[in-house]
């Protein structure tokens, strides 16, 4: 995934609001529409665009847009390691 295609999926104010909400602990849908502060329609569109680029993944939701109870989501993880600093190393230059 290119940086130029995670910057058109979080530019959406929606999806913004629900990766934000799995990026903080939501773990399943539901938990997603409520944490995200959305209406859920809204909510669940914004999880299944975010799940079909595959920022997040895991995410399974019936037919009806209704949440399956076993379903648990979370945000892609990393394939390019980790983060400059996040080791807590500091640079000696």
């Known amino acids: 995934m290119t940086p130029e295609t995670v910057v058109r999926l979080v530019a959406e104010p929606d999806r913004l609001r629900v990766l934000g909400a799995v990026a903080l602990g939501a773990v399943t849908p539901d938990a997603a529409v ?3 502060g959305l209406g859920a329609k809204a909510a669940l569109v914004a999880l299944r665009r975010l799940r079909e680029q595959e920022l997040v993944v895991g995410c399974a939701t019936s037919p ?3 949440s399956r109870p076993a ?8 394939t390019t390691g980790s983060a400059p600093g996040a080791t807590g190393e500091r640079s000696t230059t």
């Open 64 to 66: 009806s847009g209704r």
């Open 71 to 78: 379903s648990t989501i979370r945000s892609r993880p990393s």
């Open 34 to 36: 409520a944490a995200s």
